[in-house]
């Protein structure tokens, strides 16, 4: 859809690119951006995996999307935010003590 594809084309790279000419701007030096995650690999896993999933089940039902589809997804996509706040800041902070 629409808004999904605007967040990919846009919503992702806009910040990066902006933080970019900010630095070259300001500190006239190629400095890399550094991105802090504990737990990257797991997420990019677990990403994976939803992602099969869904191209598993659509791919299944013989390319066509159902409204009882679309609200699975819809969960799902719940399912993984929680998971992904609850081990950032839940289970890290708890970690940490």
């Not at 900010?22 to 990403?47: C, H, R, T």
């Not at 992602?51 to 659509?58: K, P």
Request: aromatic share 16%; charged share 15%; net charge negative.
């Amino acid at each position: 859809s629409v808004p999904t594809f605007f967040d990919i084309l846009v919503g992702l790279p806009l910040p990066w690119l902006l933080f970019t000419i900010y630095q070259s701007g300001v500190e006239k030096m190629n400095v890399p951006v550094m991105v802090k995650a504990d737990s990257l690999e797991v997420s990019l896993f677990i990403l994976i995996g939803m992602l099969l999933i869904v191209v598993g089940s659509i791919a299944f039902s013989n390319w066509r999307l159902t409204k009882a589809m679309g609200y699975f997804y819809f969960v799902m996509y719940f399912i993984y935010v929680g998971q992904e706040l609850l081990r950032e800041f839940v289970l890290k902070e708890s970690s940490c003590d």
